[in-house]
Every structure is written in C-alpha cells, then in structure tokens.
C-alpha cells in the first residue's frame, strides 16, 4: 500500500493539528467506515511516524485541501473540475485505488469545510518555509490542475494567487508558471523563469540553480510525497528540455 497506509496504520497515534490535521481525520474516516482495506490493528502497523514522513502527509492533504478549494472557486464544482482532478490522480500520480480513495475524501471533504483557503495554505507554508522548491511545486500542481480544463477562471486564478502570496514566492514565479500553462509561445523562458530579454548568462546561472533545486535526489530529501515523485521528476526533465530548446535557439 505505501506510505499512506503506515498513515492508516498509526493515525491513532499521531496528530497533524490545525485545519489539514482535521481534513485527514475526517476523510481517513469516511474513506474507509463502510469496508476497511487496511486493518489498523494489524501487528505489522507502525505505531509512530517521522518527520519526513510527516512531511510527506501534509503535502498530501495540503494539495488536495486546496484543490478542493480551488474547484469550488466559482461557487461550484464543475464536471470538467473534478475530470481533471481525477485524471491528475490516475495518469500524473497513478494514486493505487486505496491511495486514490483516501486523495478524493480529503478533495471532497475540503468542497464543503468551512475552513478556508487560507487556512489550508498558511499551515502547508509553515510546514515548507523553508523549501521554497516544495511551495513551487505545490503551486505548480494548483495550476496545472485548475488549467487542465481549458478553463481557468479568475476566481481560481486569484486563490492560487493568494497562496503564492501565503508562501511568500516572488510574483515572477507565478507569473512563469501561469504562462507555461498558458502554452504562450516564450514558454521555455517560463519555465527557466526568465523573459526572452533576459541575457544568456542569466538564462545560464537561473538554469544551474534549478537543476541543482529540483535535482530527484534534493526533491526526495525534502519530505515529497513519492506519489508526486513523478511530477517532480517530470520537472526536472522539463527544465531541462527548455534549457536545450534556448540554446537551440540561441546558438551557444
């Protein structure tokens, strides 16, 4: 089953708090009232967690709470919304079925709580404060998610905003992210987060730091969850692909 069923496991011993914590309570309980698929009294069940491994869980919790948030932006949740949240868990994650139950309680939990965007957000950046590549890669999947289906309202927009804001990303970040999803043509400048402006040693230096920051071996290390291993890893390659489309480009 993975990580998350050492979560099912031991949950009785250990407490998340805040917002997220309560998310995961209630959705580990709707998920699994009817017919359990992990006995949590079994003797192999770990009985503690670590810190990593709590990492992992709150960057579990912290990006479907706020897809949940995000879906319902415009008051509802759209039929192409939940298409493309389901499709994210099936072909970018491949979530197993248990996995995947657990990801769409918390999603539909977080629809209807009354907690707010905000409060997921604030307590997914004090977990990652200091892992500015984490708060990229989680406000890469709000948008990759919300623009997934061709429809990107400016009440999504504007909370996945918001949570940039909350972890304190410089706005360019935002805005080359909005622009790879974007499919504008300067899209490779985007996911170097350069403009096409930008002289090649700065193309250069920007590009060497975020292969050293979104390096497997440094994502891993930094509490990502190994379902969202791929999508990491998928950035990785991505970075690079641009950089060699520029100096195609460039010629240098």
Do not use: C
Request: proline share 2%; glycine share 6%; no cysteine.
């Amino acid at each position: 089953m993975g990580w998350f069923g050492k979560v099912v496991g031991s949950f009785i011993g250990f407490s998340m708090g805040g917002p997220l914590g309560g998310l995961l309570g209630a959705a580990l309980g709707h998920a699994f009232d009817s017919e359990s698929q992990w006995d949590a009294n079994d003797q192999d069940a770990p009985n503690n967690i670590s810190g990593s491994e709590k990492s992992q869980i709150t960057f579990f919790v912290g990006a479907f709470s706020m897809l949940g948030k995000v879906a319902r932006a415009d008051g509802y949740v759209k039929t192409e919304g939940m298409q493309s949240v389901e499709n994210f868990m099936t072909n970018d994650l491949n979530l197993n079925s248990v996995t995947r139950k657990i990801a769409m309680s918390i999603f539909e939990k977080a629809v209807l709580s009354n907690d707010s965007f905000t409060d997921y957000a604030n307590q997914f950046y004090q977990e990652f404060k200091h892992q500015p590549q984490i708060l990229e890669l989680m406000l890469d999947v709000l948008l990759r998610v919300a623009a997934a289906d061709g429809e990107f309202s400016s009440a999504e927009e504007s909370l996945i905003r918001s949570a940039a804001d909350t972890f304190r990303s410089d706005s360019s970040v935002f805005d080359a992210l909005k622009s790879k999803y974007n499919l504008v043509s300067d899209s490779h400048y985007a996911v170097l987060n350069s403009i096409k402006t930008d002289d090649t040693q700065t193309i250069k230096k920007r590009y060497r730091n975020l292969v050293r920051e979104y390096h497997p071996d440094t994502i891993a290390s930094k509490g990502l969850p190994e379902e969202f291993m791929k999508f990491a890893n998928d950035k990785f390659v991505e970075i690079q692909e641009a950089y060699e489309a520029i100096k195609k480009e460039r010629h240098f």
